[in-house]
């Protein structure tokens, strides 16, 4: 593994108890910074920090709740003294249907943890940011919001506004010190295809010309990477871990 320099830093990873985000705040561990992990299991979230090692946070929290990001935010902070990082990777697949026979309360889950959820905390994180005029915000979107992956049309028309809140939210924040970005990965084996039907699974890697599922620790390391004060000229940009998957 590379080290990325993340010494002094203080993150904060949701869904971080597992998956994916559970990945980058290890690396983020690794790497030398100290990590909240905010997830709707306030236990596997406190797990998951103590076993990162001494100076985490675990939190309980619903990303679809302003209050409490709003409590998190103010909780975060108030233990690390700053936040200079965020990751949002929590996020719910919803059921394969068509779009004819989504059911309209799953189309509304959908976007409110994958696309609100996003936005609540970056909106709350972005102030504390801005006191100290740093900060990196990284949103995990997935390459379903660039081609809409059929019979899951609420994750990726959820995910593909994920991307254009990056893109929007990057170019406010383009004179400060703040970098916003966000990444598109194919699909990886997590706990989510437990949310997905086989056949959607054998879609998806269908469509990777690798042949292949992505890894947790590969998403860490573009995150990592991205967190770091080395992404200087990169904000409201889309970055590919598709396994060649992504034609733009």
């Known amino acids: 593994m590379n080290r990325i320099d993340l010494k002094g830093r203080c993150a904060v990873v949701t869904g971080g108890a597992a998956g994916i985000g559970l990945a980058i705040a290890q690396r983020f561990a690794a790497s030398g910074a ?30 679809a709740d302003e209050t409490s990001v709003q409590a998190a935010a103010d909780a975060s902070s108030a233990a690390f003294g700053r936040l200079d990082v965020l990751v949002c990777s929590a996020g719910i697949a919803g059921p394969n249907a068509t779009t004819w026979d989504y059911g309209v309360e799953a189309w509304r889950q959908v976007f409110d943890v994958n696309l609100h959820g996003t936005f609540l905390c970056n909106r709350a994180v972005v102030r504390t940011m801005l006191e100290r005029d740093y900060g ?16 899951a049309s609420a994750y990726s028309a959820s995910k593909a506004a994920v991307i254009g809140l990056t893109k929007s939210l990057g170019k406010e924040l383009a004179k400060t010190g703040i970098r916003v970005n966000c ?21 998806m890697l269908s469509k990777i010309p690798m042949a292949r599922f992505g890894g947790v620790e590969e998403i860490a390391a573009m995150v990592a990477w991205l967190a770091s004060e080395d992404c200087s000229f990169s904000t409201g940009a889309v970055f590919d871990l598709s396994g060649g998957r992504a034609v733009y």
């Open 136 to 151: 990196r915000i990284i949103n995990i979107a997935s390459i379903a919001g660039k081609e809409g992956n059929p019979n």
């Open 183 to 203: 990444i598109t990965p194919a699909a990886v084996r997590t706990a989510i295809f437990d949310q997905i039907t086989q056949q959607h699974i054998d879609f």
């Open 34 to 63: 100290r990590v909240a992990i905010w997830d709707l299991d306030g236990q596997a979230a406190v797990a998951a920090a103590a076993a990162l090692g001494d100076g985490n946070l675990g939190l309980a929290v619903d990303v």
